[in-house]
């Protein structure tokens, strides 16, 4: 059983559409953090959220961390094929140093 | 670049053959990892180091032995694998062992016949 489960696993879109991808868990986290992932290299840290109800936004992409800290989600406004990668979500449980992450929701945005 | 360079970036091995993969970071970073990345896979703690010290092996089959000489280097030494070991391994560095923020290398794309 994973600790956290992403949504969905795939996602194919068209230049210009929006997309949200979801992290969600029955465990609470201290801090969850957002990673993307392009193919032939390591993950990239694009935010940490700490705060239940926390809303960052980066330029296009708005990121939530859930009132009770067991879930987040990434939301992609008009999506460029430069977002293409695979999104991962990790979370550190409470006094626990430890990150675990997900699986990842693959995105491939279509020209 | 996230300053964590990782060599070979490929390799092809054998069940029977050693070899060694590479991890730097100059950072300053006091802490290391190794992770395992397996296609639709939550990525895999395998082991860490804090401080040159080894502070925690996730149950890693004794055919991994990593090795860290010093708290800018990491090195995964590998024998006798089996084919589902192949795999991307991931080396991450931060300042400390606490939640903040992984530097990843890029990875060693790791192939085992």
């Known amino acids: 059983t994973q600790l956290l489960e992403q949504s969905p696993q795939f996602l194919s879109i068209q230049e210009g559409e929006n997309l949200t991808v979801y992290c969600n868990s029955s465990s609470v986290f201290s801090s969850l953090q957002w990673y993307r992932q392009e193919p032939g290299e390591g993950p990239v840290l694009l935010v940490t959220v700490v705060t239940g109800g926390e809303v960052k936004k980066l330029k296009r992409l708005t990121f939530q961390f859930g009132d009770a800290r067991k879930d987040s989600s990434l939301h992609i406004t008009a999506a460029q094929p430069g977002d293409t990668g695979l999104y991962l979500c990790?979370?550190?449980?409470?006094?626990?140093?430890?990150?675990?992450f997900g699986a990842g929701t693959t995105v491939t945005v279509r020209a | 670049e996230t300053g964590v360079t990782q060599t070979p970036r490929h390799l092809v091995m054998g069940m029977t053959n050693k070899k060694s993969l590479k991890c730097e970071q100059h950072l300053g970073h006091n802490a290391m990892y190794w992770y395992k990345q397996s296609a639709k896979k939550p990525l895999e703690l395998m082991f860490v180091?804090?401080?040159?010290?080894?502070?925690e092996n996730n149950s890693v089959p004794s055919r991994f032995s990593p090795e860290c000489p010093n708290s800018s280097h990491l090195f995964l030494h590998l024998h006798t694998l089996q084919p589902e070991d192949s795999a991307l391994y991931l080396c991450?560095?931060?300042?400390?062992?606490?939640?903040?923020?992984?530097?990843f290398g890029s990875g060693t794309q790791l192939s085992v016949l």
């Open positions: 180091y804090n401080f040159k010290e080894q502070t």
């Open positions: 991450a560095s931060r300042p400390s062992h606490t939640t903040e923020k992984l530097f």
């Open positions: 990790a979370g550190a449980p409470s006094n626990d140093y430890k990150l675990s």
